[in-house]
């Protein structure tokens, strides 16, 4: 069964029905917004729309609170936890406000930034405004980050992971985009971001893009991603801090060894997205062609309810390595953000790790 054991097989099996189960009640528990497509960097393996243009106006506030307010008439507003995106987040000279609004209505919320612009009176402020969780990027040491982030950006950075540390009360996540150039450093970034104070720590690879396919330092090879999961498992013993794998895709049998949890791609169904320009999706790396409605023209709630069909039931992407897949049950196909705007899996993190 694909070095896959008979109690992991039989694992799989439970989680794949309780999946399904979930896939029927759709509770939305997680809404990414891109308030912003405004970005002070130009990452290498960014493959959102961010760019340092005004062309493209943030999102009013006054827009995302309809979308709250839908939320908050048909569920628990305190179910869902909203997290502020771009671009930058930071660039928003209301996002204090912004964050205001939000709690005011019983959501919490927090946001995800490059760091490059983090103050101790920023965060402070942000802090006072009701936000629990922050993720910031850090890609390796000064030359491999700077590199990817295309700034010199890495000192500001680990400074603004200090800062989201000094306060226990707020959650704060490091993430690391894993490629070539950092690879052979990651035992030395993991005691560095101890020392930084960090206690949680999630690494992914990069996601399949234009911009990504273009750089061949960003790709890792097969037996890299084999390393890379024992890597991750022998920190995960170690307990120094909690490291995880991102959701990129089922990884076979490291499966719940490098998670907590088995892979299941929560996009459409506990997961939802608002991007800057209204429309609704699932998580923001994913094909905009897979877009279900838009705030301007939809309430938000009856898009949920009534659509994202092609995200709860995935037979559709039994095509290519994935028609005489025996895992397909479990796995559905990998992560949505894996699927190009025709529908064709871009990797398989499973085929990658055997």
Known sequence: MNNISILKFIELEVNRQEQDKLAKEHRLTQL????TVKCNQNCLHCGGDCRKMDEVSDMPIESFITVLDNIASNQDPAETIIIICGGEPLLRPDLEICGKEIHKRGFKWGILTNGELLTQEKFDQLCDSGMQSITISLDGFEDEHN????TNCYENTCKAIQIANSNPTIMCEVVTCVNHRNFDYLPEL???????GVERWRLYAAYPSEKTEKNPDLKLEPYQMKLLMKFIKKQREQQYMYVSYGCEGFLGEYE????????SCQAGISIGSVRVNGEIGGCLSIN????????YEDEFMDVWNTCFRQYRNRDWMRTGICVHCKMFRFCKGNGMHLRNKDGQLTRCAFYSCK
């Open 32 to 35: 990414f917004w891109e308030c």
């Open 256 to 263: 719940k060894e490098v998670r907590d949890h088995f892979f």
């Open 147 to 150: 590199w990817l982030h295309h």
């Open 190 to 196: 993991a005691g560095h971001l101890i020392n930084l």
């Open 288 to 295: 905009s062609t897979y877009s279900q409605g838009n705030i």
